[in-house]
């Protein structure tokens, strides 16, 4: 492995990356290690365009671009000195010639790389009187993106994603020299199932969402980790909130998972926290209080459960690994049979999206629960986490007792309907499909009453007068137990995970 000196502290990395790569490797840039940067992108091919990631190297006469130059053993370099100061200068105040003042209206401002570069290591003053180059504004690109290209600073990764990525390639760099816009082909949109990307990746106010522009300013945002719910691919996000509202998704880098992308379908996902929510607790069909809906479900258990009736237990690839690891115990703590579960499926690609549309297949298949999308056949009461499994299929079911997020078919003919938190309420883990368990933390408080599938589960215990149920709940006890009674989840659980996931054993 090569040894290079950065700065005067040694570092060794791997051979064949370039400077910047070897340093990102590391977990340094502008972590550490502060090398401005436009055009280059960890998951993108090098451009060498923008000019700003110049670097002194020892022995070497001009200064260098870190992005497109290899390591080598024994290599010097220099990121502070006053030539790469004044290098830097010097390709900002070009940046900047025809950049437009519009900084109080631009929705990049608060998460903008040209400003915050333009801080650090520009002048603070211009040198230029001359009008700046006027452009097109609010350019329609296609349905999710709007361009300004007065904003554009043509670092061209834009253009790069779409060619490399989805490799669709609608956007091009037109025109030469201080003509230069970037634009669509002609004839064509910017419609590709992961367009939304290009506003993550243009590090200027040029390319915003449709979704998201306008609608806040991002310094009122702060950022949750979180992950997709939308397939089992389980992308990593972080979810923006302000005043108990989420505001949108963008990626979480997990070079594991999604690299640092998410689709346009999963982007838009977060709006999910405010559509279609089962709202209200129900006793046979009407609406009622929660105490007296678990109280209601904890009696027909009980009485099923004296009669010897059956008890089926229908797990949801959309509850966490906690949750279903509370049903599976309460579904042995009433002597029923291990549940099952039915996986909603839609096209996938080769991308990110998967066909598996829910995050937590894979955990329901690793808990024990079987996939099955058949009628459950006679039961007393069934407990039903979900709403994948058609209400047909629990025609036989003389009690439904439905925990859901939102509201369906199956909670609409349940004998008792309970309000469960989506995801971005609560805190626990799925599992994807590759089986990486990730965790999610609460982002925003339901605007009714609804409690974490798990927590109405063991609530239900207590209802039905099981030892030790009820009372407080606690997740990360349960998903303490979790890891230690289930050998594949051994070791993995909410505290030990962290922010990049891990394997089950
Ligand atoms: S629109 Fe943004 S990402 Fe695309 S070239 Fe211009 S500055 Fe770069
Ligand atoms: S690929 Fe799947 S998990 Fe990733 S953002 Fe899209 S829907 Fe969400
Ligand atoms: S980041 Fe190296 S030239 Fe743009």
Same mark, same amino acid.
């Given at each position: 492995m090569p040894k290079i000196e950065i700065d005067g502290k040694p570092y060794e990395v791997a051979e064949g990356r370039t400077l910047l790569q070897a340093i990102d490797? &590391?977990? &340094?840039?502008?972590?550490?290690?502060? +090398?401005?940067?436009?055009?280059?992108?960890?998951? /993108?091919? +090098?451009?060498?365009?923008?000019?700003?990631?110049?670097?002194?190297?020892?022995?070497?006469?001009? /200064?260098?671009?870190?992005?497109?130059?290899? *390591?080598?053993?024994?290599?010097? +370099?220099?990121?502070?000195?006053?030539?790469?100061?004044?290098a830097r200068q010097g390709v900002m105040e070009l940046l900047l010639l025809?950049?437009?003042?519009?900084?109080?209206?631009?929705?990049?401002?608060?998460?903008?790389? &040209?400003?915050?570069?333009?801080? $650090?290591?520009?002048?603070? $003053?211009?040198?230029?009187?001359?009008?700046?180059?006027?452009?097109?504004?609010?350019?329609?690109?296609?349905?999710? +993106?709007?361009?300004?290209?007065?904003?554009?600073?043509?670092?061209?990764?834009?253009?790069?994603?779409?060619?490399? *990525?989805?490799?669709?390639?609608?956007?091009? *760099? %037109?025109?030469?020299?201080?003509?230069?816009?970037?634009d669509v082909f002609p004839g064509r949109q910017l419609d590709n199932p992961y367009s939304m990307n290009v506003a993550d990746l243009c590090p200027v106010g040029a390319l915003t969402t449709r979704d998201f522009r306008f609608r806040i300013r991002v310094w009122f945002l702060d950022d949750v980790e979180s992950v997709c719910a939308g397939c089992a691919t389980g992308c990593n996000v972080l979810a923006s909130r302000a005043s108990n509202r989420v505001y949108r998704f963008v990626p979480r880098r997990n070079d594991a998972v999604n690299q640092t992308w998410i689709c346009d379908e999963g982007r838009l996902s977060y709006k999910r926290v405010a559509e279609g929510r089962l709202d209200v607790a129900t006793l046979r069909r009407r609406p009622a209080s929660f105490d007296d809906a678990i109280g209601h479900a904890g009696l027909a258990l009980r009485e099923a459960r004296a009669a010897g009736g059956r008890i089926v237990g229908v797990a949801s690839p959309l509850a966490s690994n906690e949750d279903l690891y509370v049903l599976r115990e309460l579904l042995a703590a009433l002597g029923a049979?291990?549940? *099952? %579960?039915?996986?909603?499926?839609? $096209?996938?690609?080769?991308? &990110? /999206?998967? $066909?598996?549309?829910?995050?937590?297949?894979?955990g329901a298949r690793a808990l024990g629960f079987a996939e099955s999308a058949e009628p459950v056949g006679r039961a007393a009461v069934a407990l039903v986490l979900g709403h994948e499994l058609a209400p047909a299929a629990l025609a036989g079911v003389e009690q439904v007792i439905v925990l859901d997020s939102h509201a369906s078919d199956v909670s609409a003919g349940a004998a008792v309907a309970l309000p469960a938190r989506w995801h971005l309420e609560m805190s626990g883990t799925f599992t994807n499909g590759a089986r990486r368990v990730?965790?999610?933390l609460p982002v925003v408080e339901p605007r009714f009453e609804a409690y974490a599938r798990g927590e109405i589960l063991w609530r239900l215990g207590g209802a039905v007068g099981l030892d030790g149920w009820g009372g407080e709940y606690d997740v990360r006890a349960v998903s303490k137990r979790l890891s230690e009674q289930v050998p594949a989840f051994r070791g993995v659980s909410l505290a030990t995970v962290g922010d990049q996931g891990r394997e089950l054993g």
């Amino acid at each position: 492995m090569p040894k290079i000196e950065i700065d005067g502290k040694p570092y060794e990395v791997a051979e064949g990356r370039t400077l910047l790569q070897a340093i990102d490797d &590391l977990g &340094l840039l502008m972590n550490g290690v502060e +090398i401005p940067h436009y055009c280059w992108h960890p998951k /993108l091919s +090098i451009d060498g365009s923008c000019r700003l990631c110049q670097v002194e190297i020892e022995g070497v006469p001009k /200064l260098q671009i870190a992005c497109n130059t290899p *390591v080598r053993d024994g290599m010097v +370099i220099h990121t502070a000195t006053e030539r790469v100061a004044t290098a830097r200068q010097g390709v900002m105040e070009l940046l900047l010639l025809n950049h437009p003042l519009d900084c109080p209206i631009c929705d990049q401002a608060g998460e903008c790389k &040209l400003q915050d570069y333009a801080y $650090e290591y520009g002048v603070p $003053e211009s040198r230029t009187q001359e009008p700046r180059r006027p452009a097109k504004k609010a350019v329609d690109l296609g349905p999710t +993106i709007v361009l300004d290209q007065e904003r554009c600073i043509l670092c061209r990764r834009c253009v790069r994603f779409c060619r490399e *990525v989805p490799e669709t390639g609608e956007l091009g *760099v %037109f025109a030469r020299g201080d003509e230069s816009v970037l634009d669509v082909f002609p004839g064509r949109q910017l419609d590709n199932p992961y367009s939304m990307n290009v506003a993550d990746l243009c590090p200027v106010g040029a390319l915003t969402t449709r979704d998201f522009r306008f609608r806040i300013r991002v310094w009122f945002l702060d950022d949750v980790e979180s992950v997709c719910a939308g397939c089992a691919t389980g992308c990593n996000v972080l979810a923006s909130r302000a005043s108990n509202r989420v505001y949108r998704f963008v990626p979480r880098r997990n070079d594991a998972v999604n690299q640092t992308w998410i689709c346009d379908e999963g982007r838009l996902s977060y709006k999910r926290v405010a559509e279609g929510r089962l709202d209200v607790a129900t006793l046979r069909r009407r609406p009622a209080s929660f105490d007296d809906a678990i109280g209601h479900a904890g009696l027909a258990l009980r009485e099923a459960r004296a009669a010897g009736g059956r008890i089926v237990g229908v797990a949801s690839p959309l509850a966490s690994n906690e949750d279903l690891y509370v049903l599976r115990e309460l579904l042995a703590a009433l002597g029923a049979d291990p549940g *099952v %579960f039915a996986v909603p499926r839609g $096209e996938g690609d080769d991308i &990110l /999206l998967s $066909e598996e549309r829910a995050p937590n297949a894979a955990g329901a298949r690793a808990l024990g629960f079987a996939e099955s999308a058949e009628p459950v056949g006679r039961a007393a009461v069934a407990l039903v986490l979900g709403h994948e499994l058609a209400p047909a299929a629990l025609a036989g079911v003389e009690q439904v007792i439905v925990l859901d997020s939102h509201a369906s078919d199956v909670s609409a003919g349940a004998a008792v309907a309970l309000p469960a938190r989506w995801h971005l309420e609560m805190s626990g883990t799925f599992t994807n499909g590759a089986r990486r368990v990730q965790r999610f933390l609460p982002v925003v408080e339901p605007r009714f009453e609804a409690y974490a599938r798990g927590e109405i589960l063991w609530r239900l215990g207590g209802a039905v007068g099981l030892d030790g149920w009820g009372g407080e709940y606690d997740v990360r006890a349960v998903s303490k137990r979790l890891s230690e009674q289930v050998p594949a989840f051994r070791g993995v659980s909410l505290a030990t995970v962290g922010d990049q996931g891990r394997e089950l054993g």
